[in-house]
């Protein structure tokens, strides 16, 4: 692999940019736009800065929905300079009226925002490695890499693939066999690391400044995370250019959380659509709730934890935007709560059952905390309340294997077929899937 130039070969500064560089969140200090994402002064994250000013110049609703079907209608909202970004139609995925599920659940009026069908690798994960790879082509990387649960893995070997770019990816050495395959087929290298996530991450922050290749989710982090922002801006647009009155998504790094927050927050500040109050709710396993102990123990810190779950792609011990996370919920007037396995299963199974949309596991983790949050009268039935699926349950198969029944297995023959049928009625709905011929 070609070990990539450290100094970008594109100015960070473009006519078209309107980005001005990073903000450390906690000091304030400020950085040029380049591959970095610790503020040298505090050790806190940086994060991009833009010229609102400017943005409110030239942005409209109308601006917007002339631009491409994808997250790219939302550029000037990104911190890229080109104008021909790496573009594989990633986003603008249904947010689909959940009817049967709100029904079953007691509630009025819910959204789902299905990233389970996203473009290129059914994840929500396709959006940050979209704008960060971006990034990293206009900063001169050519090889390109992350530390990654799986699904971050998935779009990081397929847009460097379509990119053009090296990429060499390190997961955990136990993930989902679906998330393996889904990585490799793209021909990247593959680093399989005997250790958790956390471990796996220490790992490639040596790499990083050993080797200098871009690391979506380490020296590029800042870019890579302002991607999750278009799950925001595009919640707001499908809904009428309007923001919902709360929303429950899975919590992971707690990037996603914050995001989401920041670009409800963008939408108000260039006009885009009214201020209103939004609460935020966010989904943790049990086996690794860091963010949702640290909430319930009105703590201003997490406290590491070593994963035990099988929601693996949200399972980090220790969450670098974690109190953040923590700071939105309770100043939103939002929740944190955490499910238990058998629950994650039973939700997977409840949401397909319901709307058609089988998720994987963080997904399930999402709705199972929806289901705990309305039956505690924490959700308003009134409320317009969106959730987020961010990711395919093809990915997670092994999750709910044995827990969903098995096919009737029958002779090519009518009576054949009318005895399974019977037995089908028997259990208490029709489980028949498939005939064996």
Not at 27 to 32: F, K, L, P, Q, T
Not at 142 to 148: E, G, P
Request: proline share 5%; glycine share 8%; with cysteine.
């Amino acid at each position: 692999m070609t070990q990539a130039a450290t100094s970008p070969t594109h100015s960070a500064v473009h006519s078209a940019a309107t980005f001005t560089g990073l903000k450390c969140k906690e000091c304030g200090a400020e950085y040029e736009a380049k591959a970095i994402h610790v503020c040298e002064l505090c050790f806190g994250p940086l994060e991009v800065a833009y010229d609102y000013d400017r943005l409110r110049q030239i942005v409209t609703r109308e601006t917007i929905q002339a631009g491409p079907h994808s997250i790219w209608r939302y550029r000037p909202f990104l911190p890229v300079t080109s104008q021909n970004p790496i573009d594989v139609g990633t986003g603008m995925t249904p947010l689909v009226q959940a009817n049967r599920l709100a029904r079953q659940l007691g509630i009025k009026r819910l959204f789902i925002k299905n990233d389970a069908v996203n473009m290129p690798t059914l994840s929500f994960k396709d959006r940050v490695v979209s704008v960060a790879l971006t990034r990293a082509r206009e900063l001169g990387f050519t090889t390109v890499s992350c530390a990654s649960t799986g699904n971050l893995a998935n779009s990081t070997a397929a847009i460097a693939a379509h990119a053009g770019l090296d990429c060499c990816v390190f997961i955990p050495s136990d993930l989902e066999a679906g998330k393996v395959m889904g990585t490799l087929i793209y021909g990247p290298t593959v680093m399989a690391v005997h250790g958790n996530y956390d471990q796996v991450n220490r790992l490639c922050s040596e790499v990083a400044n050993s080797h200098g290749w871009g690391f979506v989710n380490i020296n590029l982090r800042p870019y890579y995370s302002e991607g999750s922002k278009t799950l925001g801006f595009e919640v707001a647009e499908q809904l009428g250019w309007q923001l919902p009155d709360h929303i429950v998504a899975p919590l992971a790094s707690g990037s996603l959380f914050t995001k989401i927050y920041k670009g409800f927050q963008e939408f108000v500040k260039v006009g885009l659509v009214d201020d209103k109050p939004v609460r935020f709710s966010g989904a943790q396993a049990e086996g690794c709730s860091p963010i949702a102990k640290a909430f319930k123990e009105n703590q201003d810190f997490i406290t590491p934890v070593k994963p035990n779950t099988i929601a693996k792609s949200i399972a980090i011990g220790n969450p670098a935007d974690g109190v953040y996370a923590v700071d939105i919920a309770r100043k939103t007037n939002g929740n944190i709560e955490s499910v238990n396995d058998a629950e994650i299963v039973e939700a997977i199974k409840l949401l397909a059952e319901t709307e058609g949309i089988f998720t994987e596991t963080a997904g399930g983790t999402t709705i199972a905390v929806l289901k705990k949050l309305v039956e505690a009268g924490k959700i308003n039935p009134e409320e317009t309340t969106v959730v987020y699926i961010t990711g395919n349950g093809l990915k997670t198969q092994e999750a709910v294997q044995g827990c969903i029944g098995e096919p009737f297995t029958i002779e090519p023959k009518l009576d054949a077929f009318e005895r399974a049928l019977e037995r089908s009625r028997t259990l208490g709905r029709l489980e028949w899937q498939q005939v064996m011929v």
